[in-house]
């Protein structure tokens, strides 16, 4: 009994080593690769040993991978951006301890709390800017090494962070597909879709906990449309918006809706709540499908429904520059800019008072924004339409069911008109000669 029970423990922490190491070589960054697996080309060894800087790439390349098992990740990152100024002939091993260095920099920033970042300012990129550079060095890592199983172990590792948890998953799977006896795509996998007894474990990684389904709640609904946020941005006063209301509300002011906070933001460029989008997008994928196709209906409007600019009358192919001030048709043209370019032109009846039943569809040529809010168009008039049904919409007209106007009516001849007109001429011909 006692050897069964010294031999399970043994194995045990055989067990608890293997993943030890794993991790590490989870951490950890390459001196060289896999030759046996990865050789090179005879051409490629060939030219590395007629390239003088390929020493110094190597060198950086150690100095590099010694900042990073110090922890000095920043040092590291530079050290390693100096060994490409050397324009190395095989960038692979660069390009896969950096896209580990972007990572491991990410995480440490993640976890330092704010009262910390209030007395020690930090300044550079910040954690999500971080791993999308990981990103785009493991996109340029698959087009030279496909086949090389570590490439997708430093794609699952970023995507993990960018709480992409299926896009992880697949990535570490395509690795142990190229190699099924990697321990540490195995762990890394393992640790993504651990059981939720586990997740309580300080030692797993973050994005490889399992969350609970969230519940609907109003703390998603965007104050200002009162619906679910779509493609939300917050504040730098902590509030959070559509990207479409925010823009809308600051037509008509530079200040925050909720707390009059003056905002020197563009909410067109403001980049977006990543983590807040990814979370609704994932606990309530139905609305957030609902709230797309609401916003595309708006902005990718068909030919039967355009926006309707009432102003002037336009004929077909003449130009007008129009400069666009009123809150309302900010609005309506940054929404034409995101679709088809076309709206509608159309006068007003001065006997009436309306508008007219006939307008003329027109396309934005060209669109200067300036930088008080407003806009300088140069329209072009392209065909006249008539008007069978308006409506208002967010402060600015829509018509329905554009069709082309009736054909002119046919002449009829009229010979008293004829001789007439024949008279007329006549009287021009003599009066001031041919």
């Known amino acids: 009994m006692e050897r069964e029970s010294d031999r399970s423990r043994g194995g045990m922490e055989e067990a608890i080593q293997t993943n030890l190491q794993a991790q590490q070589d989870t951490d950890d960054v390459d001196d060289a690769l896999d030759y046996e697996s ?10 590395a040993a007629a390239h003088p800087s390929e020493q110094e790439v190597e060198n950086l390349l150690l100095q590099g991978n010694y900042y990073f098992r110090l922890g000095l990740y920043e040092k ?8 490409f100024k050397r324009r190395p002939i095989d960038p692979s091993l660069l390009l896969s301890n950096r896209c580990a260095a972007y990572c491991k920099f990410s995480q440490r920033l993640r976890k330092i709390p704010a009262a910390s970042s209030e007395e020690h300012a930090l300044y550079g990129l910040d954690p999500m800017s971080l791993v999308q550079l990981a990103l785009k ?6 087009k030279l090494r496909s086949d090389w199983p570590k490439v997708y172990l430093r794609k699952g590792t970023a995507l993990a962070l960018l709480e992409q948890y299926d896009d992880a998953k697949d990535a570490f799977l395509t690795g142990l597909q190229l190699d099924p006896t990697s321990t540490s795509l195995q762990v890394s996998l393992q640790e993504l879709t651990v059981e939720d007894e586990f997740t309580e474990s300080e030692k797993l990684p973050l994005g490889s906990r399992k969350r609970a389904r969230l519940q609907r709640s109003d703390d998603f609904d965007c104050t ?10 917050t504040t730098p006063c902590g509030h959070s918006f559509c990207r479409a209301c925010l823009m809308q509300a600051m037509d008509h002011g530079n200040k925050c809706p909720m707390c009059r906070t003056v905002l020197f933001v563009s909410p067109k460029t403001y980049p977006l709540s990543v983590t807040l989008n990814n979370v609704i997008q994932r606990s309530f994928p139905e609305e957030y499908a609902e709230r797309k196709a609401e916003s595309d209906a708006i902005t990718l409007a068909e030919n039967e429904i355009l926006p309707l600019f009432v102003m002037d009358f336009v004929l077909p192919h003449e130009k007008m520059g129009l400069n666009i001030f009123e809150p309302r048709y900010r609005l309506m043209v940054r929404r034409i800019m995101e679709g088809n370019h076309r709206m509608g032109m159309v006068g007003m009846d001065p006997q009436t008072g309306t508008i007219a039943d006939v307008a003329c569809e027109v396309e934005i040529c060209e669109c200067e924004p300036l930088p008080d809010g407003r806009f300088f168009l140069q329209v072009e008039g392209r065909r006249r339409c008539r008007i069978t049904k308006t409506w208002e919409q967010d402060g600015y007209a829509l018509f329905h069911s554009w069709c082309p106007c009736p054909p002119r009516l046919k002449c009829i001849p009229n010979i008293e008109l004829f001789k007439s007109a024949c008279t007329f001429g006549s009287c021009i011909v003599a009066r001031f000669g041919t």
């Open 137 to 142: 060095d493991v996109e340029k890592l698959l």
């Open 76 to 83: 590291a990152i530079s050290t390693y951006n100096d060994a």
């Open 224 to 233: 200002l449309c009162l619906k679910l946020l779509y493609n939300p941005v």
């Open 38 to 47: 990865h050789r090179p080309s005879m051409n490629l060894v060939k030219d």
